[in-house]
């Protein structure tokens, strides 16, 4: 008996078995993979930033009529190192030249499938791409083939956040959040060809990246360009952020140590420089008012105009994009970030104030009293202070804007969701870096799809390995449903909303104990007077 295939159906067919894309300036060929999953790797999606365009806003690619074979992922963009580090030189795999993205779908979608899109911002500070190239086969098939992964780079330090007078006169500000957004436009153009649906693009993000998330919900003053209809962040940081003129210093820095200051035209000569001699000269230096050079530098400008406000002001002026959210942190945000060997409370405020140089001395007191080392744990081979210092950093700048933006949620009866990630690894534990910043993009995307960066307990056989389609059915069902329960996993909790009547209940993730919890007490009292205090230290 034969069957008869309408063109349509035909067509469907062969769309799904051929992973050949026509995009306007160029044509490329995916991989189909044998776990059903295809990957597009290497897209271009902007201009290469480099010439005149370096330091100034994304451009659209040129057209041409290449051929590209899309089987390589494309370099990640130079960073500037932290903690006195020298920057990274250019190579193969780090460069100048680095604005790709890469695409897993299905290999049976097709221009008519519709899939949510899952639109993943990586974070590094935005001074490094630190979450580069992750593999969001393990997210597709977790959705049972029913969503698309986008993963890309943006650019980062002096590339991405470089201002100042010069800058804004001739060339442009936030830069990385501005290709952030680029991309985001080249899904709403082009995700049809590969079977997703631009009006379903969920906007994610972890640390850096989960501030990205805020800062694309607040751009413009809140303005809604139809590019997402969800957000999920994960650790999302609240930096401080500085004016162009108070920006200035970086810049007039970066012209001394690289031979620039005396020329005629100073923002000529740093885009002359060839990457490698920028990256020579390119470290942090103190903040005016702090004592060392920050972790991260360069950030995210209040520019009044992608950037209006500070981040806490936007939120509680209502200037931010309302729709459904997923925002969460870890149980020891700070571990990975303060100096192990802090040694006393003198040490502790002398590395918060050089992150954050407008805390005043009677706000670091009442940070230490809040903070007393005497209900910490001590560890080997630590000052008695590391974890006394870590729970205050990691407090300040994660886990209270998280409850923050969680409240003002309900406020507006926005539906939201918070969660708590309180997932034990027993090396880690030991360690005393205990469940550390954004360690669940692990189990999120998958233990063996981020670059061998998972704890050997997320690995198959681990005693952590049940987490990992636990929290993949919520996040996927968030993507699929913009609601984390329709599709969750069987058997797991519902996941209450944060909302009036029902404040500070958030999904505590534990291996085999995931449930609801109460914030306790004690922590709803310290993030009160933190985020009371955000707009005084320009978060």
């Known amino acids: 008996m034969r069957v008869l295939l309408s063109l349509t159906a035909l067509a469907k067919v062969a769309l799904a078995v051929q992973p050949i894309v026509h995009l306007p300036y160029a044509t490329y060929r995916g991989t189909a993979l044998s776990n059903g999953v295809s990957q597009w790797l290497g897209l271009r999606y902007a201009a290469s930033p480099v010439g005149n365009l370096r330091f100034a806003a994304p451009q659209d690619v040129p057209r041409s009529q290449d051929f590209i074979e899309a089987n390589a992922h494309g370099p990640t963009c130079l960073g500037t190192a932290s903690n006195g580090a020298v920057s990274p030189q250019p190579s193969a795999t780090s460069n100048e030249d680095c604005l790709f993205l890469d695409i897993y779908a299905p290999s049976n979608a097709n221009r008519w499938s519709n899939l949510p899109v899952y639109f993943f911002i990586q974070g590094g500070g935005f001074n490094t791409n630190s979450n580069a190239n992750y593999n969001g086969s393990g997210l597709v098939l977790a959705s049972d083939s029913n969503i698309i992964v986008v993963n890309f780079n943006y650019r980062v330090g002096v590339y991405g956040f470089l201002a ?60 809604d360009d139809g590019l997402f209809r969800n957000s999920a962040a994960e650790s999302q940081s609240f930096a401080a952020i500085r004016s162009v003129p108070e920006s200035q210093f970086m810049y007039n820095n970066l012209t001394q140590r690289s031979g620039c200051a005396s020329s005629g035209d100073t923002l000529a000569c740093l885009r002359g420089l060839s990457a490698s001699a920028l990256q020579a000269v390119n470290f942090n230096v103190p903040f005016p008012g702090a004592a060392d050079p920050p972790l991260y530098m360069y950030g995210p400008t209040l520019d009044y105009d992608f950037i209006k406000e500070y981040t806490y002001a936007a939120y509680t002026n209502g200037n931010f994009v309302r729709l459904p959210a997923i925002y969460g942190d870890d149980t020891n945000e700070g571990t990975i970030f303060t100096p192990r060997n802090t040694s006393s409370y003198e040490a502790s405020s002398r590395f918060i104030k050089d992150q954050f140089p407008d805390f005043t001395k009677e706000q670091l007191d009442i940070v230490n009293y809040l903070y007393p080392v005497d209900n910490t744990p001590s560890f080997p081979d630590s000052g008695r202070f590391w974890r006394q210092v870590s729970d205050a950093y990691g407090e300040i700048r994660y886990i209270c804007p998280g409850i923050y933006i969680s409240e003002i949620y309900s406020k507006y009866n926005i539906p939201g969701w918070n969660y708590h990630w309180n997932v034990i690894d027993p090396p880690a534990a030991a360690a005393g870096t205990g469940v550390s910043h954004t360690i669940e993009v692990n189990a999120i995307w998958g233990p063996e799809n981020t670059n061998g960066g998972a704890p050997a307990s997320y690995r198959q056989g681990g005693v952590n390995y049940p987490i990992v389609s636990v929290v993949q059915g919520y996040w996927t069902s968030f993507v699929r449903s913009s609601d984390p329960n329709t599709y969750r996993a069987s058997g797991t909790p519902q996941w209450e909303k944060w909302q009036q009547g029902n404040e500070y209940r958030r999904l505590k993730f534990e291996t085999g104990a995931t449930q609801m919890e109460t914030v306790d007490q004690g922590q709803q009292g310290r993030c009160k007077y933190l985020s009371g205090i955000g707009l005084a230290l320009k978060q």
């Not at 100042?164 to 680029?182: C, F, H, P, T, Y």
């Open 164 to 223: 100042s007078a010069e800058v804004s006169k001739g060339g442009s500000i936030n830069n990385g959040l501005k290709d952030q957004r680029k991309a985001l436009q080249w899904v709403q153009r082009y995700i049809r060809q590969f079977g997703g649906d631009p009006r379903k693009v969920t906007l994610a993000g972890d640390s850096a990246g989960a501030a990205s998330v805020n800062l694309q919900l607040t751009a413009y003053g809140g303005r």
